[in-house]
């Protein structure tokens, strides 16, 4: 009894493995070019976005007498390509960091 109980659950446990992969519905599909620039675009905004609603941005906005609500309006108005230029040149416009980076021994002068 022991072995056809021992056998029974090796089956069923070697059949679960090979058929429970293929229960979950799974669909993978092409995305057309078309689909990938939109998706890119609407990053590529999303940062600009990102960037104006930072509040040390809005301040500088304000220092220069421009209204940050005029600015993103203008942001929004900004061509495809306006804003690709914008997002390409963003490592210019990163956050510095808040505390001094530690200086090793070896580069102090």
Partial sequence: M????RRFICRFLAVSLVALPYAAQTQAALIGVDEALAAQRQAERGKLTGFLARADVQ???AVL???PAAAAERAN????DEVQQL???STRFRRAPTSPR???SWCSS
Wanted: net charge positive; hydrophobic share 50%.
């Fill in 102 to 104: 530690p200086r090793s």
């Fill in 59 to 61: 301040k500088q906005l």
């Fill in 65 to 67: 007498g421009v209204a």
């Fill in 2 to 5: 022991k072995a056809f109980l």
């Fill in 77 to 80: 108005a900004l061509t495809d």
């Fill in 87 to 89: 997002a390409a040149g």
